[in-house]
């Protein structure tokens, strides 16, 4: 175990869990260090694990979040970690709520999620963004669990989230849609809320491809990624590149007219 900042997750209200194959840490006939980690709503790193595989994610959870207070804390993790004992776990043992992602590896609980009438549900958000070269649309939907057949511990409410991309430049536009079980009801998580908690887990996904380094605030990078010099930054051996090279520059001779007009002979 490795607790990369001494943070308290306190002042936080949810924590987003996820491990990742850390891009550039393969050394030699070293295996890629692959990294389970937690990270608070507002990015920072509370603590991190190296464990052997992915397989190995499962059962090194709840030794990852032992050490912390989770009371009243909504804990989100990717589809691997959508497992009973970890709900138990959350709820049971740390007073902590749970949002999880379901995917394919739950074929049951998707299969079921899938059927679900999402076109009736009136509970829903919409969200809407811009940026980056793309125009983004979130609908949130969510729907009170009550007699759906959802064999899941603790479980209050399914939701549905349907993501819109659209390429500004070439006008492309692609689609994903995503379900999560978790254990909060209407009244203390609205569609919007879920689908917040929901985007908590995308940015830790994307931060956990990178190597840690000693980056402000316990976030992760790549150490071979280039990126542009700031000031006050130390000189490093790829920063300098070489002079590039000018072709000669020959000197342009006036027309022997025009000599022989300024410098008359003597």
């Keep these: 175990m490795a607790d990369l900042t001494g943070a308290d ?7 987003a869990v996820d491990g990742k194959a850390a891009r550039g840490s393969r050394r030699g006939e070293l295996p890629t260090a692959h990294l389970l980690a937690a990270m608070t709503s507002d990015g920072l790193t509370v603590t991190q694990f190296r ?3 992915e397989t190995d994610e499962i059962t090194r959870f709840a030794a990852l979040l ?24 959350l709820v049971e043992a740390k007073n902590a709520h749970y949002l999880l992602v379901v995917k394919a590896n739950q074929p049951a609980l998707h299969r079921r999620l899938r059927s679900l009438p999402w076109k009736d549900v009136t509970a829903r958000r919409y969200d809407r963004e811009r940026g980056h070269g793309r125009r983004e649309t979130r609908v949130t939907r969510a729907l009170t669990v009550t007699d759906l057949g959802l064999d899941f511990p603790h479980i209050a409410q399914a939701v549905r989230i349907r993501r819109h991309h659209t390429d500004l430049k070439t006008g492309t536009v692609s689609r994903q849609t995503i379900y999560a079980v978790n254990d909060l009801t209407l009244h203390q998580a609205s569609p919007q809320h879920l689908g917040q908690l929901a985007r908590l887990q995308w940015p830790i996904e994307n931060r956990l491809h990178f190597v840690r380094d ?10 071979h990624r280039s990126r542009p010099r700031q000031h006050g930054d130390l000189a490093q051996p790829g920063d300098q590149h070489p002079p590039r090279r000018q072709a000669p520059q020959h000197r342009r001779r006036h027309p022997a007219r025009l000599l022989r007009a300024i410098h008359p002979p003597a």
């Design 51 to 53: 464990v052997a595989d």
């Design 66 to 89: 032992e050490p912390f207070d989770l009371t009243g804390f909504t804990i989100t993790a990717d589809a691997l970690h959508t497992q009973r004992a970890h709900a138990h776990i």
């Design 9 to 15: 997750p306190s002042g936080s209200d949810s924590i």
């Design 214 to 223: 000693t980056t402000p605030r316990g976030r992760l990078k790549d150490p």
